[in-house]
């Protein structure tokens, strides 16, 4: 069975920025054989809110860093549409 993971804000910002100190061994290995991983548009927002209030440093503007922390690493962005939101 293909194995989703939806990232929480969080995880995905660690995971991108390599801090893997922050989460078990366990959750980057399954965050790496996962058939597909995804971000909900939600946790751009979050990233670009924080990062605008001066709460989150950031390498680059936020739609910069989007852009690299996205489709390069094989995430995926996950829309607010009702059949995403029936998995919850």
């Known amino acids: ?39 909900s548009v939600i946790s751009c927002y979050e990233i670009a809110l924080a990062h605008q209030r001066g709460r989150l440093e950031l390498p680059c503007a936020a739609n910069q860093w989007f852009q690299e922390a996205l489709d390069p690493v094989g995430i995926t962005l996950l829309a607010l ?5 029936s998995c919850c």
């Open 1 to 39: 069975m293909p194995q989703r993971i939806i990232l929480d804000t969080h995880i995905w910002f660690w995971f991108i920025n390599q801090d893997f100190q922050r989460f078990p061994d366990s959750w980057r290995e399954k965050i790496e054989t996962a058939n597909q991983v995804s971000v």
């Open 81 to 85: 549409t009702p059949d995403n939101l």
